[in-house]
């Protein structure tokens, strides 16, 4: 465990309490459910992001390029040439989004 915790009187059985207690919080479900409420929220955000991104650049993956019949040199080529692209756009998206006023608005998925 983190030096810092331990300093501050943290010890894993609080560690633990508090995951417990963070599956008892998903507003989808009524029961508690099997891992924190945050890593639950992430994992919708990220599919929401993949859903935007499939809708933006189309539903091909950029795996779908490691089945053509070229050099692996070239798949390689391709697959770098996709990623550059795409996180170029999202660079793009995130710098125009700095201007919005998003204090305090919370978005669910």
């Not at 945050?38 to 539903?59: N, S, T």
């Amino acid at each position: 465990m983190d030096k810092r915790l331990i300093q501050r009187g943290i010890a894993v059985d609080d560690i633990e309490q508090i995951t417990y207690q963070l599956c008892h919080m998903y507003s989808r479900a009524d029961k508690s459910v099997g891992y924190a409420t945050p890593a639950y929220m992430a994992d919708h955000a990220c599919e929401r992001g993949r859903h935007y991104l499939e809708a933006h650049f189309g539903a091909s993956d950029i795996q779908s390029t490691m089945g053509s019949s070229s050099s692996e040199e070239r798949k390689e080529e391709d697959m770098q040439k996709q990623i550059e692209e795409r996180t170029r756009w999202l660079n793009n998206v995130a710098r125009k989004s700095l201007s919005l006023k998003l204090n305090g608005l919370q978005l669910y998925c």
